[in-house]
Structures are given as structure tokens and as C-alpha cells.
């Protein structure tokens, strides 16, 4: 009996530091301090753990990393086709032609540029996570220490607070909507319906532990516009409610989802397609057109890669955004991997064990860039215009453009683009004259 | 999970040029290639993006399961390959060393030959016919529509022609040219420097400092 009621006592006081310290301060949109202070100690930490490994591995001087990863492991002859043969041999078609596409074959057998995107980015030093560590040695028994207290760290204190949070998050949530759902639609509405996504993004947030910081405020997403991002994991959009409100786009889905998805549009005006509807491009199009066009509702939020890639590269933007119209307000996210993977690898991984994933990791720390608005020119078709946006978006964040398409990651490479290639070689042995 | 274990005789192919954290990149490589399995198969290619545009990509793959270039006396195809087996068709796009002495140099170019004779040689009879290297040239002009099979016959020809005439010199009105040989296709690339162009150069990659 005893025990119990100490157990309960326990159980209040550790719920109602975590109301006092975090979800009040989120609700009035202020903080204590008590994330900064945890973030300069991890990063101590990890700079400690970042020499005794290079001290460990004996290297003769302490080089500062370099990024080789980025770049890739073998170096590759980026010489045009049309060079290379031409350097091989004269005007005639001969064994040499051979070369240039055998050598192209091997570079993409032993890296290919897709394929490495679609799984978690390589970090220049150890984190401290084992997931992380390739080939775990022993190096020293203070730096193991180090990790065993981690260990306990994470699992034993994060986790179940991270967890508290997320499901104190996730209720109010759904009750805040509900209860304002059932207010008639006007002005109190609206901002009831912010403060509640607001709050509830913010405990979210820190229920993962994140450190976001946002440039270019100015830029933000404007009512009646098209927010357009790259895409990472299904925490992307958090990171960007926590900052702003915005309408969602998304197809329904049973379960837990469905459940939020159902309670929220009715105070905000999300648009939730059935599965069904997502299969009519004219349909989509035309609802999400009405959203925008009527300039007192909240700005539709869109990742057009259409899939999670590992925020190395922007892979390639489905052009079904760009016809909407309206003004788009690109927004570059990045996240900084020494911290904790956000990349969700789905075939790799289900949600449940990315979400154990993201709630031991040490943080999520990302940057989020607003970039200034664009509107498709007068010239431009819908691809070009996607383009346009993804060049900008890949140039803020520091990642690489990629002109493939992110479906890679399930299917095959269609036809049209071998033949592409294939035409254009043989275009070339006719300019050259070996033919006839 | 467990280390790439390779025996001495692999290192010794690469030596000096690859070191020891290439081979654990390639082993990572090879374990995505396989999806997680000892032994890779033709279909696990298939992922490649990148490859999808390759005219020869067929004879690429082929490349990787011929026995010839496996080392093994046995000849034909193999079903799978496993990590050894690719190390070793990957140390025939190994870059020259400065420090290589005349010996060294020419046994590394034929290496080469050797394995570009044995991507056109199909039929593994030791001889590139008139019929095998036609194949070759099809495939390489393969996807253009405005490209006749005359007109890629007509190359293949005119290329068998030339090569006979450096390997046998005149030939009499009534002689058949059999088909290529090794020997007449070392001939064909005397003078060409062809080992700086089959090469794949790995970057310095061993500045990450990895827990070891």
C-alpha cells in the first residue's frame, strides 16, 4: 500500500515537472532555457569523444575531417561522351568505344549516385550511437564508459520523457481540435485553431528533443500560397508547424493518423484525400486550386519529391504542385546528422521502430531556410518552374541536385531514359561519319 | 554482419594500390548489391540506376560471371559470385602505379585486353568472329530508330576488315579470316595507351576516423 501510494506520489511529481517545465512554456510559446543547456553539454561531449578517437586511431597529425562521403568513393571522369571517343581513336567506329561505356559501367557498379541517397548519410565521426558505428572496436575504457552512460541516458531517462511528451502532445491535440471544431467558423475559430497546433507542435518538438533554427523569417508563408519543401521523414512537417500554420495535404490513413486527421480539419481546413480521390490528378488538382485560390485560408504544405530521401540531394519534384498555381514559398530543411538520423529508410524500417529510433537519438537539430517566393514566368511549363524551385531549395541547404526521380527507390528506370542515351551515342557515330 | 573476410591471395591482386578501408567500402557496396546475401546474382544488377543507360550493360553483367575472368580453370558462366569473385573482377580496373617496372606494366595491360577479349569473344572459343563483334556493335547502337541493321553491319564489317589487314597483312582472294585472336587483338592496340583509360580510381578516403 505504502509503495503505491509512493509510486503515485512519484508518478504526480515527475507529470507535473513536465507540464510546469515544458508544456507551459510551449503553450505561451516561451523557453526556459533547459534545451540550450543540454545541447552545450551534449556537443562537449561529443567533441571529447571526436579527439579520443583520433588520439585512439593514432593518426600522425590531427587532420581536420574532410568530406569525402559527399563526394563519393571513386573518382569519377565527368569528360562528356563526345571528348572521350573522340580521344580514343579516329573517325572510325572501333573496339575503343567500347572502353568508354565499360568504364561508365564499372563506376556505376562500385557507386551509383541513386541509390546511396536512399540510405542514411555516413558521418565524418562517431556519435556515440552504435547504429552509427560501422565496426565497433574497443579503443578505451573512458570512452566506453562514456557510451554505457549514454546507453542509460537515452533509454532510461529520454525515452520515457520523450514519450510522456509525445502522448501529451498527440491527446491535446486531438481533444484541442475537437473542442474547437465544434465552434462556428470565424475569427475566435482561427486563432483558437493556431494557438492549438501551435502548442501542440511545440511539445511535439520537444518531445524529440529538437533544436530548430530558422533563417529568413521574412520569407514565411503567406496565406493563400504553397509551401514547398524537401522531404526527409514524416517529422518535416512538425519541424515546419512548429514555426507557422499550415494546411496539410495528405491522403487519409487508418489507425492512430487517421484518427488526428479527422479531429484537426474540423478547426483547420487540412486536405485529406481518400485514397481513391489521390489516383484522379485532375480531382487533386482542382480541390487544392479552390484551397488556394481563396486567399483567407492557410498555406497548403507539399513535399513534390514524393518520398523520404537521406537530405543529401534533392531528388526530382513531381510537377503536379507546380500547375496549382499561386505563389510558392520554397522552404529548404536540413538536419544535421551528428545529432540523430531523421532520414526514415521505408523499406528499411517501420514507422514504429523509426519513431524508437528518433526518440534515442541524442536531438534532432536542423535549419530551416524561407526562401523568398517564386510564381511560375510566363515561359516556363510546370517541369522547368519545379525546377527552378528545386535548384534554389537544393541551393540554400547545401544539397546536391539529382535529376532522378525519388520513385527509384521502389521501381525500375524507365525506358524513355535508356533510350535517350542510347539515341544520342548513335547520333554521334553518324556526325562523325562513320556511317556511309 | 561480420568483416569482409578475404584470403592474402585478393590483397595481393590490389597491392599496393587499394588499401584496406577501400575493401571495407567495395564489402559495403557488395552487401547493398546483394542485399544483405554471401553471393550475388545477375538480377541483384538490376537496382542500378545508373547502369540502366549503358548500351553494353548485358555484357557488363556477363563480365562479372564469366569464369574466364573469375581465374578459374573451368569455363562458362557461374551462377553467383561472392565477395572474392568480385574483388577480383574488380582488380582488373585497377590504376597504374608510377612505381611499376616494365614487366609489371605489360602484364597489367594484357590483364585488360584479356578482359575486354572476353567481353566480345561470347562463344568463349578463344576467336572474336565476324558474328561476335557485329553482336557487340548492335548492342552498342541499340535504342535508335533511325539506325538501320545494315548500317550497324556495315561497321562491324568494315572493323573486322581493318583488323585483318593489320593482323595478317594481305590477304589472298581466296582466304577466310577466321576471327580475332588474342594474340591478333594485342597486335590490334600496340601503341595505344589504353591503361589510363579502363581504370577506376578510388579517392583518399582513409581521413574518417572510424572506431578500429
Given amino acids: ?436 | 554482419q561480420g568483416q569482409a573476410q578475404t584470403g592474402p591471395g585478393v590483397t595481393s591482386l590490389f597491392s599496393p594500390a587499394v588499401t584496406s578501408e577501400q575493401i571495407e567500402h567495395l564489402h559495403r557496396r557488395f552487401k547493398q548489391l546483394s542485399q544483405d546475401q554471401l553471393t550475388i546474382r545477375k538480377e541483384n544488377f538490376d537496382s542500378i540506376p545508373d547502369l540502366e543507360f549503358n548500351p553494353i550493360r548485358g555484357k557488363i553483367v556477363h563480365a562479372f560471371f564469366d569464369k574466364r575472368n573469375l581465374r578459374q580453370e573451368s569455363d562458362g558462366l557461374a551462377d553467383e559470385i561472392n565477395f572474392e569473385d568480385f574483388l577480383t573482377i574488380m582488380s582488373y580496373f585497377r590504376p597504374i602505379e608510377m612505381n611499376m617496372d616494365e614487366e609489371q606494366l605489360d602484364r597489367f595491360r594484357k590483364e585488360k585486353l584479356k578482359f575486354l577479349f572476353h567481353m566480345y569473344d561470347s562463344d568463349h572459343d578463344g576467336k572474336i568472329t565476324l558474328q561476335e563483334y557485329r553482336n557487340v556493335v548492335e548492342e552498342l547502337l541499340s535504342g535508335n530508330p533511325h539506325l538501320e541493321k545494315e548500317s550497324a553491319r556495315s561497321i562491324a564489317d568494315g572493323a573486322m576488315m581493318e583488323a585483318a589487314s593489320i593482323c595478317v597483312g594481305q590477304m589472298g582472294p581466296d582466304q577466310v579470316y577466321e576471327g580475332i585472336t588474342f594474340e591478333d587483338f594485342l597486335k590490334m592496340w600496340q601503341g595505344i595507351d589504353i591503361e589510363t583509360k579502363m581504370h577506376v580510381r578510388f579517392l583518399n578516403v582513409d581521413t574518417i576516423a572510424h572506431c578500429y
Fill in chain 1, 1 to 436: 500500500m505504502e509503495v503505491l501510494w509512493a509510486a503515485g506520489q512519484v508518478g504526480a511529481l515527475w507529470l507535473a515537472l513536465v507540464l510546469g517545465l515544458i508544456v507551459l512554456p510551449s503553450a505561451l510559446g516561451i523557453s526556459l532555457g533547459i534545451s540550450e543547456v543540454y545541447m552545450w553539454v551534449l556537443v562537449k561531449t561529443l567533441e571529447w569523444a571526436t579527439i579520443r578517437l583520433e588520439k585512439g586511431v593514432k593518426k600522425p597529425q590531427p587532420q581536420m575531417l574532410q568530406t569525402p562521403t559527399a563526394i563519393g568513393i571513386i573518382e569519377r571522369d565527368e569528360t562528356p561522351m563526345e571528348k572521350e571517343i573522340a580521344r580514343l581513336h579516329r573517325a572510325d567506329f572501333e573496339f575503343s568505344h567500347i572502353f568508354y561505356f565499360c568504364r561508365k559501367g564499372f563506376e556505376a557498379i562500385v557507386e551509383d549516385e541513386v541509390t546511396q541517397r536512399f540510405s542514411s548519410e555516413e558521418l565524418l565521426s562517431w556519435n556515440l550511437l552504435t547504429r552509427t558505428n560501422v565496426n565497433f572496436h574497443y579503443i578505451s575504457l573512458r570512452l566506453t564508459v562514456v557510451w554505457v552512460i549514454g546507453v542509460i541516458v537515452r533509454y532510461c531517462f529520454l525515452l520515457p520523457l520523450r514519450f510522456t511528451l509525445a502522448a501529451i502532445g498527440i491527446t491535446s491535440m486531438i481533444l484541442g481540435t475537437t473542442v474547437v471544431g465544434q465552434l462556428p467558423n470565424g475569427s475566435v475559430k482561427n486563432y483558437l485553431s493556431e494557438v492549438v497546433h501551435l502548442t501542440c507542435s511545440r511539445v511535439l518538438v520537444r518531445a524529440l528533443s529538437g533544436t530548430i533554427r530558422y533563417h529568413n523569417k521574412e520569407n514565411r508563408p503567406q496565406k493563400g500560397g504553397i509551401c514547398v519543401a524537401n522531404h526527409t521523414s514524416p517529422i518535416d512537417a512538425i519541424i515546419l508547424t512548429n514555426d507557422g500554420c499550415y494546411a496539410m495535404v495528405g491522403q487519409v490513413h487508418g489507425g492512430l493518423m487517421g484518427v488526428i486527421q479527422r479531429a484537426t480539419v474540423k478547426a483547420c481546413p487540412h486536405v485529406w484525400f481518400e485514397r481513391s480521390e489521390m489516383k484522379d490528378r485532375h480531382l487533386v488538382t482542382k480541390r487544392l486550386r479552390e484551397h488556394v485560390a481563396d486567399k483567407s485560408k492557410l498555406p497548403i504544405l507539399i513535399f513534390p519529391e514524393g518520398t523520404c530521401i537521406n537530405n543529401t540531394s534533392v531528388m526530382m519534384f513531381k510537377k503536379g504542385s507546380f500547375e496549382i498555381g499561386g505563389t510558392i514559398y520554397p522552404v529548404a530543411i536540413k538536419y544535421d546528422p551528428q545529432f540523430g538520423d531523421a532520414f526514415w529508410n521505408s523499406s528499411k524500417y517501420n514507422i514504429v521502430s523509426y519513431l524508437l529510433r528518433i526518440m534515442t537519438s541524442w536531438a534532432i537539430v536542423c535549419n530551416v531556410w524561407y526562401l523568398p517566393p517564386m510564381v511560375r514566368k510566363e515561359d516556363e511549363d510546370a517541369v522547368q518552374f519545379a525546377n527552378r524551385v528545386r535548384s534554389a531549395i537544393a541551393r540554400q541547404g547545401g544539397l546536391t541536385e539529382l535529376p532522378w526521380d525519388g520513385g527509384l527507390k521502389r521501381a525500375k528506370v524507365k525506358d524513355t531514359f535508356k533510350e535517350e542515351q542510347q539515341k544520342n551515342y548513335s547520333k554521334m557515330l553518324v556526325r562523325n561519319g562513320s556511317i556511309g
